[in-house]
């Protein structure tokens, strides 16, 4: 026989084809019986459960005011609202922060297709756009319930 072929004999031979079973425990005595929920864990006896213990209630303090929530992303707070706004004729959708409740708000409203935008004002809880021709003006109100209110004056 050539040294290859001994060598595969021999290799057969001492190695097992799987490892070993795993000794399986002892079965346990009657009467005995453990939860299959805890293995390896507690063992109870029939006719004597255990104590069940329950720890106090604990009282916790009430959780403190976050304060406001910062704002969505790609929702403008007022400020940057005045500085990006673009008045041109037709409807604009804006997402706005709204300043008494910290959550962003869906903004639409309509500028006419004549007439050139006289100026912006916003202050702490609206927007004002004055339009010179033909003095179309848009309210935008942020209530304290926070809803907002849109007018439209000639």
Known sequence: MTPLVLGLGLAL??????PPL????QPLPPGVR????FPGGPVYRPGFPPAIVVPPPVAY????????????VGALTLDQFSRVFAPTPGQ???WIVHPRTCR???VCFVLPNCGRLDRVRVNRSSIHIDIDNPDYDVDIDFRNDGTVRIRYSD
């Open 104 to 106: 962003p708000v869906e």
């Open 13 to 18: 031979t001492t190695t097992p084809a799987q």
């Open 61 to 72: 303090p009430p959780p403190a005011n976050p304060g406001p929530l910062p704002p969505a």
């Open 22 to 25: 795993p000794a399986y425990p």
């Open 34 to 37: 453990q939860f299959p929920q």
């Open 92 to 94: 604009h959708h804006y």
